[in-house]
């Protein structure tokens, strides 16, 4: 087997939990799409998940034992919601971080526990 293509089916910890983010929200009924960072989306958050009765929520997965904002996040993540767009920070598929949608948008909490990455 090419070993390309075994390096890129490997997932890291962030990749794992985001997967079952979107596994968790699916079977609740929310339409997901991720966000692939290029040159074009440099600073959004990793999904984008819609809902029919709940409304849409921007998402960036993080992994709770170790995890850092780029500095695009941190100008992006401020715009969005100066211009009422919140974005929810979630680092597990459990109820409790599930619930966490339906509160104010949480990402400013995380700034305190979170490194800076260049």
């Known amino acids: 087997m090419d070993p390309a293509k075994i390096e890129n089916t490997k997932k ?6 985001q997967d079952a983010i979107i596994l968790l929200l699916r079977n609740r009924g929310w339409w997901v799409i991720e966000t692939h ?3 074009y989306q440099r600073g959004l958050p990793d999904l984008y998940a819609t809902h029919a009765r709940y409304g ?3 998402i960036e997965v993080k992994n709770p034992g170790k995890f850092c904002f780029t500095p695009a996040q941190l100008e992006t993540f401020p715009k969005f919601t100066a211009n009422g ?3 929810w920070i979630l680092g597990a598929a459990t109820e409790s971080e599930y619930e966490k949608l339906f509160k104010p948008y949480n990402w400013k909490e995380y700034l305190v526990l979170a490194c800076i990455r260049d």
Request: net charge positive; charged share 20%; proline share 7%.
């Open 12 to 17: 890291g910890p962030e990749r794992i939990i």
């Open 56 to 58: 849409g929520r921007w």
């Open 37 to 39: 960072g290029n040159m």
């Open 85 to 87: 767009t919140g974005v």
